[in-house]
């Protein structure tokens, strides 16, 4: 930052301090920790640049921020700041249901005290508990810091179920954490009020600049995700700044989109098989996109019977380089995502694993309700596994119908949005008052310091008395005589 410079603003996301913890971490447990993260799709934020945080250029960015269009209006020019653009950024998947940040009470410990925690784990930590550590901080410091640094309980049950990770769109969630953020900046600028801090992953905005602006080249054209090609040394100052902004030329869009990104950021059914070593677990992930259009009759067995019968499609013929593997029932996809874990005994080589789809005649549904018969080679101990999964079934068809049915109601709906606007200002005033008690506790534990030292420092006047005590103790009676005091003078009385 320039020499004398006052920032404008605040902002808490340090990508210098999360990179030393990574590459701690790494040194530490290896590529067992690192292979771990590449399952989650996490491996590339250990390659997180030491990016400056730019204050200057960052709030010449909020000042171009428009609240009504929700985007940045830079040269007369309207530029989205979008999910996609951040998946690309990131190089997480643009799928999944939303998380919520706000959600819950927040956790007595901060994200500095997880840092201390994760710096003392030793080689021989659990690799569960690891990945719990570093999900925990990964959130709390790059994706969605707050005010000192808390860690909403959101946070802990995600991280809890490492396995889930992915079933949420991380994007989309930081975009809109971000814009809420934009809009609080944008109407303290218009109120002529103290900035303060901005929260989110504020290290997104300069590296979307870069992308759409092109005052610099990118060191690596090619790297993936977007970020790790950027150098981390650029800084810019005020001045620079406003010279930038004067000749700057802005893209719409991304360029130079590649395969990998556009399987980022497409919305479509993808099944992803993914194996971990023999004797671990095979863990099929399933991405199904956020669609109100209701599933299409498949040749597989039915997971669930209803009274009214569908209407069928043409199925397609069936591939001869295929053969069909015994596979789990299927499973309903108007569900964000769904993960299933089997534990594959030890073998010489890694198993086969093929997903297939396999066309059979399509039944004429009736009334009755039937139980559909188990694939060649299941077993009798999966059987509460289906049954499991069809009651899963059941229970995403009624949501489905509930949400047909409230989509019908605009009043309904209009109770809703309104219950939940409510929700979120409720939870900013707690947040405001958890700020202020933190405060609060802070000075009181200086009081406390001042105290102490001069108790030691002057024992005759700071025994145990508090300073109101001692101003008390000197101070007059109500009477208007002077109090006992081994300094008082005695009165003067005239003969």
């Not at 404008?8 to 990574?22: E, G, L, M, N, P």
């Not at 991280?159 to 769109?169: D, G, K, P, S």
């Not at 602006?213 to 005020?238: A, G, H, N, T």
Request: hydrophobic share 35%; aromatic share 8%.
């Amino acid at each position: 930052m320039p020499m004398g410079y006052s920032p404008k603003i605040h902002f808490r996301c340090r990508a210098s301090t999360f990179r030393q913890v990574c590459d701690r971490l790494r040194a530490t447990f290896g590529e067992e920790f690192v292979n771990a993260l590449r399952l989650l799709q996490l491996d590339q934020f250990l390659l997180m640049p030491t990016f400056k945080q730019n204050v200057p250029l960052v709030h010449m960015l909020l000042t171009k921020w428009n609240v009504k269009k929700q985007c940045f209006v830079i040269k007369g020019k309207n530029i989205p700041f979008t999910a996609e653009e951040v998946a690309m950024i990131t190089g997480l998947p643009n799928r999944g249901a939303d998380f919520v940040v706000s959600n819950g009470r927040i956790f007595g410990v901060t994200a500095n005290d997880l840092r201390h925690e994760i710096d003392g784990m030793k080689r021989s930590t659990p690799l569960k508990e690891l990945l719990e550590k570093f999900i925990v901080y990964l959130l709390s410091n790059l994706f969605f810091p707050l005010a000192n640094f808390r860690v909403p309980s959101s946070i802990l049950t995600v991280a809890e179920n490492a396995e889930e990770f992915l079933m949420y769109n991380w994007p989309a969630s930081i975009r809109q954490f971000l814009v809420a953020e934009f809009d609080s900046i944008t109407e303290k600028q218009r109120k002529n009020t103290p900035l303060g801090y901005i929260n989110g992953f504020v290290i997104i905005l300069i590296i979307w600049f870069l992308e759409h602006s092109k005052v610099v080249d990118p060191l690596e054209e090619l790297s993936r995700p977007r970020f790790v090609r950027w150098d981390s040394q650029i800084m810019y100052s005020e001045k620079d700044v406003l010279g930038l902004f004067k000749e700057v030329q802005i893209a719409k869009e991304f360029q130079g989109i590649t395969e990998q990104e556009n399987a980022l950021i497409q919305s479509e059914v993808r099944s992803d098989v993914q194996t971990e070593e023999p004797g671990r677990k095979l863990i099929i992930k399933v991405r199904i996109p956020k669609t109100s259009s209701p599933p299409t009759q498949t040749s597989t067995p039915p997971t669930q019977t209803s009274p009214i019968p569908t209407q069928t499609s043409p199925l397609p013929a069936q591939s001869p380089a295929r053969t069909p593997q015994s596979t789990s029932p299927p499973r309903d996809t108007s569900s964000p995502a769904h993960t299933i874990c089997t534990t594959i005994a030890p073998s010489s080589s890694p198993p086969d694993i093929a997903v297939t789809r396999t066309p059979q005649p399509t039944a004429t549904p009736t009334h009755t309700k039937t139980t559909p018969p188990p694939p060649i080679g299941t077993s009798s101990a999966e059987k509460p596994t289906r049954a499991s999964s069809f009651l899963d079934d059941d229970r995403l068809c009624l949501a489905k119908d509930m949400a047909r049915l409230i989509s019908q109601n605009k009043m309904l709906m209009k109770k809703i949005s309104k219950l939940e606007s409510n929700s979120m200002v409720l939870e900013r005033r707690v947040a405001a008052l958890e700020h202020d008690l933190f405060e609060r506790k802070e000075q009181d534990k200086k009081v406390e310091d001042v105290m102490m030292f001069l108790q030691v420092n002057f024992p005759n006047s700071f025994k145990t008395e508090n300073v109101g005590d001692q101003a008390e103790h000197l101070s007059r009676t109500p009477t208007g005589d002077v109090t006992d005091s081994p300094h008082a003078e005695e009165p003067v009385v005239d003969v």
